[in-house]
């Protein structure tokens, strides 16, 4: 299979703990995503890369959340002190920047992780 | 106001009927334009992109209408396997913002 793939599939934590999800992006995708989807919404924006610079976050990335990329191939996205706010679907997404029109590149979603908090 | 708005639904329809989704966005420099599936419990699946000039792709129609800055998606001859949830996506600034999506129900 080389789709995007994600790890674990699913973790339950207790409040308090810290947890770290791994995804693995398309072979040769420079960029790389994190997203949060919570249930009945749609996925919201956490951050991405560029091989292995980290160009925005958003702000719902509070100082608990870090991700990196340190070879410019998987990225892992850790989250300390967790939350019961924190409970939700973590998906990574790649695509590979290619010339033409910005943001015609498709975004290619894994399975996710979905984190449950109790 | 959140930037991607689309009715929540759900839509229940028999199978065969033609069902139309819309959504608008807020931000006018938003530079492209989707429509993804999402199955229950599963990841988004990129359905189709969105042009001005409007697409189809088999029984699924997407048009654009930048001046009015809304995006609908048409599904004919609906299949019990077209349910699922259809989210609204533009990208902008380098990342999707996606709707809450609509969740369509197609009865036997």
């Known amino acids: 299979d080389t789709g995007v793939s994600q790890n674990p599939r699913h973790k339950i934590t207790k409040r308090g703990q810290n947890v770290t999800f791994r995804c693995d992006p398309i072979?040769?995708?420079?960029?790389l995503y994190w997203y949060r989807q919570t249930l009945g919404q749609g996925p919201e924006f956490l951050t991405y890369?560029?091989?292995?610079?980290?160009?925005?976050k958003s702000r719902l990335l509070s100082d608990r959340f870090s991700a990196e990329r340190p070879k410019g191939s998987f990225s892992t996205l850790e989250i300390q002190r967790t939350e019961q706010g924190d409970s939700a679907m973590y998906l990574c997404?790649?695509?590979?920047?290619?010339?033409?029109?910005?943001?015609?590149?498709?975004?290619?979603f894994g399975p996710g992780t979905r984190l449950l908090v109790l | 106001r959140k930037e991607v708005e689309q009715d929540p639904g759900p839509f229940n329809v028999p199978e065969g009927a033609t069902v139309a989704f819309n959504c608008t966005y807020s931000?006018?420099?938003?530079?492209?334009f989707f429509w993804y599936r999402q199955d229950c419990r599963k990841e988004p699946k990129l359905l189709m992109s969105?042009?001005?000039s409007g697409n189809e792709d088999g029984r699924f129609t997407a048009q654009l209408n930048r001046a009015s800055q809304y995006i609908s998606l048409l599904i004919r001859d609906s299949k019990l396997s077209d349910s699922a949830t259809y989210l609204c996506?533009?990208?902008?600034?380098?990342?999707?913002?996606f709707g809450t999506g609509t969740r369509l129900q197609v009865f036997p």
């Open positions: 890369f560029q091989n292995e610079a980290q160009l925005e």
């Open positions: 072979s040769e995708h420079n960029r």
């Open positions: 997404a790649s695509s590979r920047t290619k010339g033409g029109l910005a943001g015609s590149e498709t975004q290619y």
């Open positions: 969105v042009y001005s």
């Open positions: 931000n006018s420099a938003s530079q492209s």
């Open positions: 996506v533009v990208y902008n600034t380098d990342k999707l913002i």
